[in-house]
């Protein structure tokens, strides 16, 4: 048996980390893959990070292109070969002519959830304008769905399955910029980063909208250091580079916004 109230002591995410080492039990028992459901970015670097400290099994994460946000974790003993593949993904495609009544991501999500899915069996939606949105889930509702979702907001959808080679992924568009700043402070760097002014980023961090490496930090005096990834939704994210001491003792730091 894993020693449980070890492992989670300190997690934020502990009833999703103590259902995942539920199943890290079953894959050591059955000597099976086993698959969890969708994690979002921050319960998936947890348990990430809790893996690290078992040394009867490892982790494949998937979520069905490399810049998925929400991802299944396949877990298996350390002897099993295990590759994202394994991971069972499905993509569908919610269409409708939403040019007269558009539908943002909280749209879709809500009208997936409102057919009685939990959170976890869907991973991202991509909204595609006024043709509708695709969405990736539990293979095992795709029947389901393609029965049960026939609406968004006002509008009339179809939905089916469709072939991966049809999934449409923008790519992240990046930017390279370089600040100067007194210090590494998270609203200092931040602010110059998504260019906003430090007082509306110094709100945004206190209201719990900001991420760095996908913990929700509110504490504008947080110190930023080079690797490191700060999230806000709906604004992208920004990666923190080389960090350099200028002759003035200020900080020139390199970053990428990538949005």
Request: aromatic share 6%.
């Amino acid at each position: 048996m894993l020693p449980k109230d070890e492992l989670l002591k300190h997690v934020e995410n502990r009833e999703t980390l103590a259902r995942i080492l539920d199943q890290t039990e079953q894959a050591i028992r059955t000597w099976e893959v086993v698959v969890t459901g969708f994690l979002s970015p921050p319960e998936l670097v947890e348990a990430q990070d809790l893996f690290r400290r078992l040394t009867e099994v490892h982790t494949a994460a998937w979520g069905g292109y490399p810049q998925a946000e929400r991802q299944r974790l396949a877990i298996a003993r350390i002897d099993l070969p295990l590759e994202p593949e394994q991971i069972p993904l499905a993509l569908i495609d919610l269409a409708g002519n939403f040019l007269f009544d558009p539908a943002s991501h909280r749209d879709f999500l809500g009208s997936l959830l409102g057919t009685g899915l939990v959170r976890d069996k869907i991973g991202d939606i991509l909204v595609m304008g006024e043709r509708g949105a695709q969405a990736i889930v539990d293979p095992e509702l795709v029947e389901f769905l393609e029965l049960n979702l026939t609406q968004v907001r006002s509008v009339p959808v179809k939905t089916r399955a469709l072939d991966w080679s049809e999934l449409k992924v923008r790519p992240p568009q990046k930017k390279e910029l370089t600040t100067v700043e007194a210090s590494l402070r998270l609203d200092a760097v931040a602010s110059a980063g998504f260019g906003m002014s430090r007082s509306k980023m110094a709100d945004m961090i206190t209201a719990g909208d900001v991420r760095v490496n996908w913990k929700t930090i509110t504490q504008s005096s947080h110190n930023v250091q080079s690797g490191d990834l700060v999230a806000i939704r709906g604004k992208g994210r920004l990666e923190i580079g080389e960090v350099a001491v200028t002759k003035k003792e200020r900080y020139r730091v390199n970053l990428t916004r990538y949005v």
